[in-house]
Structures are given as C-alpha cells and as structure tokens.
C-alpha cells in the first residue's frame, strides 16, 4: 500500500465528496431521501486500506461532514469511523474487494449506521427517519458502484487485495 | 483528543451564534466544488426541463408576468401602508414593525435530516443570530449561526425552535407557540383548553419575538384537538413552504 498515495487521494476525494454533499445532495432526493457522498466515500475507502487507516480517514470524514452540515461533529465522527472500520473488517477477514462487495457494504453499513445514528441522535419521527434511511442506503448503495473504480485507480490499488 | 478538542470548539462557537474556525475553513474550503457541481446540476435539469417543457413554461411565463404586472399596483399601495403605520408607531415612541431590510442569499446546502440550511451570506451582509429567513411562501425559519460569508438557518420543523404564531381570521386571534413535530409537520400549541382554530385555517406569525415581524405566513392547519383535563388545545399545522423546492431565501435584517 502506498501510503504518501492514500493520503492524496483521501484528501482529493473527501475535498470533491464534501463539496457534492454541499451542492448537489439535496437536489439528487428522491422521497425525502438524499444521497451521501462523504459516507459513501467512507465506506469505499475502509474496503482498500487496513483496519488502522480507515478508522482515521473515518473521523476525518466524520469531521468534514459535520462542518458541512453544521451539526454536532462526534455523532458524525462516530458513525463514519464505524462505517470505515466495518468495511475494513470486511475485507480483512472474509470478503475480496470488488464492486459489488463495495455496494452491498455501502448498503450494509449505511442501514447500521444509520440506526446507530438514530440511537445517539434521536429523531421525532422515527418511522419517517427510518424510511429516509432505508432509502439513502440504496442510494449509496448505488454511488458505491460509480465511486469504487475511480477510487480503487486513483489510489493504485486496482486488482490487489489486503 | 483532537475530536474532542475540535467538538468543544464547535459548541461554543455555535453556543455564541457564530461558526467555529475550523468548520469555515472546511465550508469555504468546499464552496468552489459545491458551486460547480449545483450549477452544472441546474444547468442540465434546466436544459432538460425546457427540451421537454418549453411550451408550457413559455405560457406560464406570459400569464405570470401579466400577474406580476397587477400585483406591483398592490405593492405599491402596500409599501406606502407600512411607511404610513411605521411613522404613526414612530410618533406613539413605538418601534417600527415593518421596516427590515431584505437580504436575497443562494442557498447552499440542505441537510433536511439536520433541520438545516446552509445560505450565503454571513457577516459580509449583515447577517445576525435570530434574523427571520422567508421566501414568496411564507417563514422558512430562524438564523442560527453565522460565519464570514455563509450563514445556517435552523427550520421551522425543527423541534428545537419556536415561533409566536397566530390565526389572523379571528378576533380576537389567538396566538399560541409553533414548533417543528417531524421534518413535514409543525404543532402549534395554545394555553387554552377550547381549540380556537379549525382545519384550513392558515396561520402566521404574531410579531411577538423580537425581529419577526407579524403576518408571514406559517402554514395551514390539518387538524385540531382540544386538551381540557391539560388546560390546553393544540393544532397539527402543515408548513406553506416546502424547503426541497427552494432555492433562494430572503433574510431580514
């Protein structure tokens, strides 16, 4: 793994996902629903490095989002690190990479921490909060597909496995 | 500890009304992708929505501004109001009511899960804690934090605000205490245990928290209930602005 490499293109990424999820999440919703571009990078990015570094680029992206939103930072630092290291754990201990892989963990840990998020952030309308979930986990599951190749290339990655 | 560091930085930014110094260099920082891409988006969903609407927008256009036309006779007439009751209530020592000046922002961002929008303009414009955020429709909500360029406004469906609101079609109106109920419905409660609203009735502002002036429009109410072994009745009340459709707002100041 090239570390100097991962960096750059962590920093590259979260910088266009952060910018995304200013501008152009809210008008991509559908039925209330809107994608996440930094989580789905999160989880993307768990998939090609080590357990250790994708916790690190987890809060990072927690951090980045946060300051988007403008809501408070250690609910999202918690769930992206969880997302991040969830994906690594993944491949670490039983899955290869690949897309579809990237996908089904992009649905997987959207819904987790998504409920996770629930729990610590609690919502007045759960079932309208659930509903809203469910549907950004497809959602994301969806841009994992668009997001994993670029940055698999981008971070030289593409082919190899932990 | 450099979460927690930047977490406890944030809160008091944001418990004084401003953005942390860390959460603006991210937003600033973001901003030039952020433009790009939602003018891109627009640009292409416009592009769309004229190969495929053009006739009709064409004749809506026409009716529109043939109803623009009439209208700017009443606002005319209306401006010339407000100026009249402004210097009466100057000469009773009062404050004026209707006199705020308007800022017209982009919107940048919306986080409907959160509550919030982001809007651009901030300090640079004048922009303060608790300044009122409105469009054609009616109340969109209520500055919460400010920064040099972009400021978030906390929306009306949040249950961590409340507005004075009032049902102008009665007299005397009853005025009672809005606040979000989920992210589509808004409850509006009263001290009074007979409902004094009914379903349609379209409720506003009542000009009783300093800086929202009286009479912007709140939302319609869906339903009413009366509470008398609680001493109070409450209204469930649909907001007349949907935020999603929306892409500028008007602060006043």
Redesign the interface.
């Known amino acids: 793994m090239n570390r100097p490499r991962i960096i750059w293109v962590s920093v590259i990424f979260i910088?266009?996902c952060?910018?995304?999820?200013?501008?152009?999440?809210?008008?991509?919703?559908i039925l209330?629903a809107?994608p996440d571009f930094l989580f789905v990078f999160a989880c993307v990015m768990g998939l090609l490095v080590d357990a250790r570094t994708a916790l690190i680029i987890g809060?990072i992206i927690g951090?980045?989002e946060?300051?988007?939103?403008?809501?408070?930072?250690?609910q999202f630092?918690l769930t992206r690190m969880l997302a991040a290291w969830l994906c690594a754990f993944l491949v670490e201990s039983r899955f290869q990479r690949n897309i579809g892989v990237a996908s089904a963990a992009a649905l997987v840990c959207s819904l987790i921490c998504g409920i996770v998020f629930m729990i610590i952030a609690p919502?007045?309308?759960i079932g309208?909060?659930l509903k809203?979930t469910i549907i950004t986990a497809l959602y994301n599951a969806v841009l994992a597909l668009l997001v994993y190749f670029p940055t698999e290339r981008a971070a030289g990655l593409n082919g190899q496995q932990i | 500890m450099v979460?927690v560091a930047?977490?406890v930085l944030?809160?008091n930014a944001r418990n004084q009304g401003g953005?942390s110094i860390?959460?603006q260099i991210?937003?600033l920082?973001?901003?030039?992708?952020?433009?790009?891409?939602?003018g891109t988006?627009?640009g292409i969903?416009g592009y769309m929505d004229g190969a495929v609407h053009g006739g009709r927008l064409q004749q809506e256009n026409l009716r529109l501004n043939r109803q623009l036309s009439t209208l700017m006779l009443y606002a005319e007439t209306t401006t010339r109001l407000e100026k009249e009751v402004d210097s009466l209530r100057k000469l009773e020592g009062l404050e004026a009511t209707y006199h705020h000046e308007k800022v017209v922002a982009d919107i940048?961002?919306?986080?409907?899960?959160?509550n919030?929008i982001?809007v651009l303009a901030g300090h640079d414009k004048g922009i303060k804690e608790g300044m009122p955020a409105v469009c054609a429709q009616g109340l969109i909500g209520r500055v919460?934090?400010v920064g040099a360029k972009d400021c978030?406004v906390i929306l009306l469906t949040s249950?961590l605000v409340q507005f004075g609101a009032i049902a102008l079609k009665y007299a005397p109106p009853p005025a009672g205490l809005i606040s979000?109920?989920?992210?589509?419905t808004l409850m509006l409660k009263f001290a009074t245990p007979t409902v004094p609203v009914s379903t349609g009735d379209i409720i506003y502002t009542s000009g009783f928290y300093k800086g929202v002036p009286r009479g912007i429009v709140i939302g319609r109410v869906l339903s009413a209930e009366s509470m008398p072994e609680m001493g109070s009745s409450r209204a469930r009340v649909f907001p007349a602005v949907n935020v999603?459709e929306l892409r500028e707002v008007v602060i006043l100041k």
């Open positions: 910088w266009i952060a910018g995304l999820q200013q501008g152009l999440s809210h008008r991509m919703s209330g809107q809060a951090f980045v946060s300051a988007v939103v403008g809501s408070d930072m250690w630092v919502q007045p309308n309208g909060t809203a | 979460t930047l977490s944030q809160r953005i860390t959460d991210v937003r920082t973001c901003t030039p992708v952020s433009r790009i891409s939602a988006f627009d969903k940048d961002g919306y986080f409907p899960q959160q919030r982001t919460q934090t978030q249950s979000g109920e989920n992210t589509a999603g």
